[in-house]
């Protein structure tokens, strides 16, 4: 038995400030061009203000979520990254980049008969925290 990787990637271009949308066709896209039948694959973004995560896509949670997030990290609450004084970022995103660190930055699908190994209502959803934007989702695909 031989380990095979490959590697893609895609971009997305966001229009909002805080935008989120479901991945999972692009993902599922992207890995039916590799010859992998059982594996794993790593989907991650190259951010630092984005997130990537697996739950069910539907309108009323990801309502939800982003009403959570901005309970559990206010957009203005005296961070130092946003203090000209002690940073030089001039966003002042610090917010955006709290936030991506609690919801995370890739996640790991199984791969079963060519097929990612998701349940019923499992979607791959991106987050984006600081746009808009445009971002690169890298996909690295492990297996036989």
Known sequence: MTMKVYSTSFTLSTDQR???SDVTKRVRDA???FPISAGIA???????????FINEFQSAL????????????????????????????????????????LIGRSVAVGINNAELT????QSIIFA????????EISI???GE
Do not use: M, W
Not at 118 to 121: D, E, I, T, V, W
């Open 62 to 101: 990801i309502d939800d979520l982003q009403h959570l997030i901005e309970r559990l990290v206010p957009e203005r609450d005296g961070y130092r990254h946003d203090d000209p004084r002690v940073s030089d970022c001039e966003r002042g995103n610090a917010h955006s980049h709290l936030r991506a660190a």
């Open 140 to 142: 690295q695909v492990i």
């Open 118 to 121: 998701l349940g019923r209502f």
């Open 42 to 52: 790593l989907i991650n973004t190259l951010h630092t203000t984005c997130a990537l």
């Open 31 to 33: 890995i039916q061009q």
């Open 18 to 20: 805080t935008e989120v």
């Open 128 to 135: 984006e925290l600081d746009g808009p934007r445009r971002r």
